[in-house]
């Protein structure tokens, strides 16, 4: 095995036009030419034109780039663009490497002769205080050089191990300086990892109290299971591990968990319910998680429950449940919106 790679020197150049308005009329093909410049051991100009470099051209304002280096060759890739004090327009580039060859002085120039049209320039914000500032890059393209690809070795890295370190953190319970009470069950973590996770914790955890050394919490209308898987997405970015859930209870503690997510705007948790609860509706539930929806703004797993509900195989059952007896005297608002769903999507 052998590999080509081409050596490249890069470098740029700041032209300043002053009183551009003043430059204008020097007449078609005339041109002003930069001071000269060295990038990668060669020295180059720029050429601009600013009536254009033939009557062709005539409307644009033309650029060319010239090397001023005698008895050499380089092969380059140059661009040039406008820049103010604020904004910088896009790359103008040449479509392939150009040979300069100073030998010609057809060859040691290359033309870019519609830069910019002069009346798109002057409408825009590149005229500042009737200054124009191009920009060149150039890359020079240096012989390309072939080697035994064995001869370069690279280590290749481990997985990152990020989120097991801060997994490992948690359940060790070293450096916890808050302590939160959930229905009896206490729950160990450290404060800055809750803050830089949730806007919620942030003001909670880093306001009046930060200056205690040691903060407990009583946390209301929350199960410990619930609080527990909360507290290992915040460390680790995993929802809801399979290994320590099985299927009878991840419905119900996803059901607290998006209370959880909401309650702490943890926005992408949050999205991870509503996604794990779409693809796992069922008759006996869903009504209750339809009401769930509705209370935490989960547009995308409400239309999910209507939808659902809507199914002319599923309407007739959900209705025998007792979740829905419960879902008509606590939330009659959303039998509306049922019936909305099912005109809307049996249409469908």
Known sequence: MSTCTTPRVCGQHTFTIKDYTFSKGLGVGKFVRSMTFSIGGFKWSIRYYPDGINTKYQQYISLSLELM???????????????????????????????????????????????????????????????????????????????????????????????????????????????????GESFLAHRIFLAARSPVFMAELCGPWKEKEALCITVEDMEPNAFKALLQYIYTDRFLPSEEYDDNDKRDIVHHLLQAADRYSIEKLKLACENFLCKNLDVETVTATLALADQHGCNNLKDACLKYIASPDKMEKVMATEEYGSLKRKFPNLLVEILEGVCKFRKI
Not at 85 to 104: D, I, K, L, R
Not at 115 to 139: K, M, P
Not at 148 to 177: M, R, W, Y
Request: charged letters at 30%; hydrophobic letters at 35%; one cysteine or more.
């Open 69 to 183: 280096s005698t008895a050499t060759q380089v092969r380059a890739i140059y661009a040039f663009r406008l820049k103010n004090t604020v904004h910088q327009s896009e790359w103008s580039c040449v479509e392939e490497p150009t040979v300069f060859n100073s030998q010609s002085i057809r060859r040691r120039i290359s033309n870019m002769e519609k830069f910019v049209e002069r009346s798109h320039l002057e409408e825009s914000s590149f005229l500042d205080s009737d200054n124009l500032v191009i920009e060149c890059s150039i890359i020079i393209l240096k012989k390309p050089l072939v080697s035994d690809a064995e001869a370069t070795s690279e280590t290749v890295l481990p997985p990152s191990e990020l989120s097991k370190d801060f997994e490992k953190l948690l359940e060790s319970k070293q450096g916890s300086d808050v302590t939160f009470s959930v229905k």
